[in-house]
């Protein structure tokens, strides 16, 4: 279920940790949530949608949802990993996560539109740690 408040979100730097800026679509955000790029380069909450790049970890909560895309910007890290909810039964032999919403994440062929958020490096039952890194999921 798609984030309706802030998230803390459990973070293992690494050395690649980075923090960013970029205009937000018209849209609230919530801190902790999966944060992505859409088809016009704009920062939104990730969803199961079609072309959407998942560049990281929301840093805040901006509303800009009563105003145009671009309006405002906010503030996300990349580079790190993260603990995420999944939705499916991620095992061992997991190398991939996809995106259901801003907050969970699943294996392939079980979301619509398979968007690529990163590679799990540890799972338990319900958690996943996986690798969000902007340089490799913007890659064309």
Known sequence: MALT???NTRIRAQGTNRHRRRKLAAVKCFKGGIAAIN???YLTPATDTAGLKVVGIFDETVDNSAGAA???EASYTTGVEV?????AAIVQA???AYVVDDQTV??????VNDVPVGNVA???AAKAWVFID????LKP
Request: hydrophobic share 35%; glycine share 10%; charged share 30%.
């Open 5 to 7: 408040k802030d998230r």
């Open 39 to 41: 088809a016009a380069g």
């Open 70 to 72: 671009g309006d405002k």
């Open 83 to 87: 603990e995420l909810d999944h939705a």
């Open 94 to 96: 997991t190398l991939q």
């Open 106 to 111: 699943t294996t392939a062929g079980v979301a």
């Open 122 to 124: 540890e799972f338990t």
């Open 134 to 137: 902007e340089a490799v999921n």
